[in-house]
């Protein structure tokens, strides 16, 4: 069992940026996937970032070049450092953690970009 707890949401104004963080209640070295989902009102949870125990990561196209994902296998924490956001980026933010086969989500933390 894995409990993820997420934190570094808010409201941020275009262009800004934030940075999310997910707590894992035990070690994560040998986790196999870690990441980071959201979901849009009216829309279907999307995969935003991955990244395994080996370090690979890998990243929505809408994503790519402005959202770095990164963990910390020694204080058993994900991130998310979000940049150049923009207003279709607003979600509730969730993270994400498989172990073999089994799937953990966190409660999710709310990102709105507006101005």
């Known amino acids: 069992q894995v409990h993820l707890v997420e934190s570094g949401g808010g409201l941020v104004q275009p262009g800004g940026s934030l940075r999310l963080s997910c707590a894992a209640s035990r070690t994560i070295f040998n986790i196999n996937t870690m990441g980071w989902y959201r979901q849009a009102p009216g829309k279907e949870r999307e995969s935003v970032a991955t990244i395994t125990s080996g370090g690979s990561t890998n990243y929505a196209d809408s994503v790519k070049g402005r959202f770095t994902i990164s963990r910390d296998n020694a204080k058993n924490t994900v991130s998310l450092q979000m940049n150049s956001l923009k207003p279709e980026d607003t979600a509730v933010y969730y993270c994400?953690?498989?172990?073999?086969?089994?799937?953990?989500w966190g409660q999710g933390t709310q990102v709105t970009v507006s101005s």
């Open positions: 994400y953690a498989k172990y073999k086969t089994f799937e953990y």
